[in-house]
């Protein structure tokens, strides 16, 4: 089946570098979610991102789409320890018939 | 306030009982998912339902059922509980099937 393949599963970091996420899939996505979900929380959703090679910016974070819209990232700059959880990303097939696709999530840790 | 909201919040429940995880949207939403979470395996479609009267199966829809007799409403029904169904269960919503999801509290659930 299509799947989207997330890595790391975790990362620790010290309090202002930098950190990325990246999403894989074997085959090309309509579109790719990120979301975000605290320890303990549910997911929130972060971004949508829809066109070839499409970067987006939100603060410190900077997500970006492949041109080939196989691939995604999310990356951190100067992180805080408010940027502590998990981060998915959510991949839709056009020819899926449901939305949605979760990658196994990012956990990151990051320490003052 | 708008939202999205699954009750219980947890539950222990002995092994062959049936169970109803209740979830209920404001936001009248077209899409509807129910999304089981597992450490290390992140989050995994159980059943989705793109409108109101229709469901369709995810990619561990085995031991539950759906339906979708009005717009708002998206119960989980476990017919025989295992105990290899205690996970948290989170239910979302979204305006069409693949735009950006609302995540509802979640339920915690142990079979024992």
């Known amino acids: 089946g299509q799947q989207v393949m997330q890595i790391p599963q975790y990362q620790h970091v010290q309090e202002g570098e930098d950190f990325t996420t990246y999403c894989n899939s074997s085959t090309t996505l309509s579109n790719i979610q990120w979301y975000k979900q605290r320890p303990g929380g549910h997911p929130v959703f972060l971004i949508q991102?829809?066109?070839?090679?499409e970067v987006k910016k939100q603060k410190r974070l900077t997500f970006q789409f492949g041109e080939a819209k196989k691939n995604s990232s999310l990356h951190i700059t100067a992180t805080q320890t408010t940027d502590v959880g998990t981060y998915f990303c959510?991949?839709?097939?056009?020819?899926?018939?449901?939305?949605?696709?979760f990658g196994k999530g990012t956990s990151l840790l990051v320490t003052p | 306030i708008a939202g999205i909201t699954q009750a219980p919040t947890s539950q222990i429940l002995a092994a062959g009982r049936r169970m109803t995880l209740r979830c209920t949207q404001d936001m009248r939403h077209n899409a509807m998912y129910w999304y089981r979470q597992d450490l290390g395996l992140g989050l995994r479609l159980i059943h989705y339902s793109n409108t109101a009267g229709t469901t369709g199966k995810g990619e561990v829809p085995d031991g539950y059922s759906v339906s979708r007799a009005n717009t708002d409403d998206f119960p989980l029904t476990l017919a025989s509980a295992v105990p290899s169904q205690t996970s948290v269960y989170f239910c979302?919503?979204?305006?069409?099937?693949?735009?950006?999801?609302?995540f509802g509290q979640g339920t915690r659930l142990t079979v024992v």
């Open positions: 959510a991949g839709v097939y056009s020819n899926s018939g449901y939305a949605l696709n």
């Open positions: 991102l829809v066109k070839s090679g």
């Open positions: 979302a919503s979204s305006r069409l099937l693949n735009t950006e999801a609302f």
